[in-house]
Nanobody, 115 residues
Framework: QVQLVGSGGGLVQPGGSLRLSCAASGSIFSINTMAWYRQAPGKERELVAALNDGGSTNYADSVKGRFTISRGNAKNTVTLQMNSLKFEDTAVYYC?????????WGKGTLVTVSS
C-alpha cells in the first residue's frame, strides 16, 4: 500500500509565503512524478507545479517566478515553496504522485490568502 500525505496549508496575507510538503510512504518501487494541483471554488482542478524523476519541473504560468517545487530532505518528499502569494492563489491544494505506475492523490490542504 502507498500513502500520500500533504501538509502545510493555512492562512496568509497577500505577499506572504507558505510551504507545502508532500510525503509518499509504503511499498514504493518507483516514483515518476510528484506534483501539486489546486482547486479554487467553482473552478476545475489545475496543475500548479510538477517534478519528475529526472529533475525536470513544470509550472502553471500563473505561478512561475513565485512558486518553487523541489525534492524534500526526506526520501520520497517534495516541497512547494509559495512566495508573493495573491488572493487568487486561494484554493485547496492536492498532492499528486505517479507511483508504481499508479496515480495517487493526497487529501487536500487549504491555502487561504486574505488580508
Amino acid at each position: 500500500q502507498v500513502q500520500l500525505v500533504g501538509s502545510g496549508g493555512g492562512l496568509v496575507q497577500p505577499g506572504g509565503s507558505l510551504r507545502l510538503s508532500c510525503a509518499a510512504s509504503g511499498s514504493i518501487f518507483s516514483i515518476n512524478t510528484m506534483a501539486w494541483y489546486r482547486q479554487a471554488p467553482g473552478k476545475e482542478r489545475e496543475l500548479v507545479a510538477a517534478l519528475n524523476d529526472g529533475g525536470s519541473t513544470n509550472y502553471a504560468d500563473s505561478v512561475k517566478g513565485r512558486f518553487t517545487i523541489s525534492r524534500g530532505n526526506a526520501k520520497n518528499t517534495v516541497t512547494l515553496q509559495m512566495n508573493s502569494l495573491k488572493f487568487e492563489d486561494t484554493a485547496v491544494y492536492y498532492c499528486y504522485a505517479w507511483i508504481n505506475s499508479v496515480n495517487y492523490w493526497g487529501k487536500g490542504t487549504l491555502v487561504t490568502v486574505s488580508s
